[in-house]
T-cell receptor, first 114, second 114 residues
């Protein structure tokens, strides 16, 4: 069964460093998402992406964040200058179309900012 | 503020007990509703979804949920839980006028004792 994959599974970085989290969505999916879950808190929507552009972003997704689909398979989330409060589990998800489809989630990347 | 609420944060049941997990949302208009499950060490998986039609929806592994529009609720039920149902359960809403983003509840951690 096709699945969403994410690398790395755990990333440790120093405050102020740039990180890139990688995701490979399911191959025929067209809509891509990033969510995050700070320890002990709810899963929060960050951004949705379609047709090579952001279709919606949350208040969390400020100028420090960016997303890209650099090739036909990868979908990346970049945090330019990490802060302690960026420590969280980051989930990538994809869906085939915009309506009536479940989002398939990856296993997540645990980001630890020291 | 618009939100999704799960009232039970931690539930402990014995095998064969019945389960009901509450979910309420505060969005007006037409919403799509989901329950996701996260088994230990695994990624989020869809249990069931409601878009329209019969308000009683059946999902995988014997789970069902009932949409009650007047109560803004979408409670998850299972008549007889098993040890393998031990997991975290998340209610999620796709609110109106959104690009398919999901708004999650805080999650309910279910522990089933053999």
């Amino acid at each position: 069964e096709p699945e969403v994959t994410q690398t790395p599974s755990h990333q440790v970085t120093q405050m102020g460093q740039e990180v890139i989290l990688r995701c490979v969505p399911i191959s025929n999916h067209l809509y891509f998402y990033w969510y995050r879950q700070i320890l002990g808190q709810k899963v929060e929507f960050l951004v949705s992406f379609y047709n090579n552009e952001i279709s919606e972003k949350s208040e969390i997704f400020d100028d420090q964040f960016s997303v890209e689909r650099p090739d036909g398979s990868n979908f990346t989330l970049k945090i330019r200058s990490t802060k302690l409060e960026d420590s969280a589990m980051y989930f990538c998800a994809s869906t085939e179309s915009s309506s009536y489809n479940e989002q398939f989630f990856g296993p997540g990347t645990r980001l630890t900012v020291l | 503020a618009q939100s999704v609420s799960q009232h039970n944060h931690h539930v402990i049941l014995s095998e064969a007990a019945s389960l009901e997990l509450g979910c309420n949302y505060s969005y007006g208009g037409t919403v799509n509703l989901f329950w996701y499950v996260q088994y230990p060490g695994q990624h989020l998986q869809l249990l069931l979804k409601y878009f329209s039609g019969d308000p009683l929806v059946k999902g995988i592994k014997g789970f069902e949920a009932e949409f009650i529009k007047s109560k803004f609720s979408f409670n998850l039920r299972k008549p007889s839980v098993q040890w393998s149902d031990t997991a975290e359960y998340f209610c999620a809403v796709n609110p109106p006028s959104a690009t398919n983003k999901l708004i999650f509840g805080t999650g309910t951690l279910l522990a089933v004792q053999p």
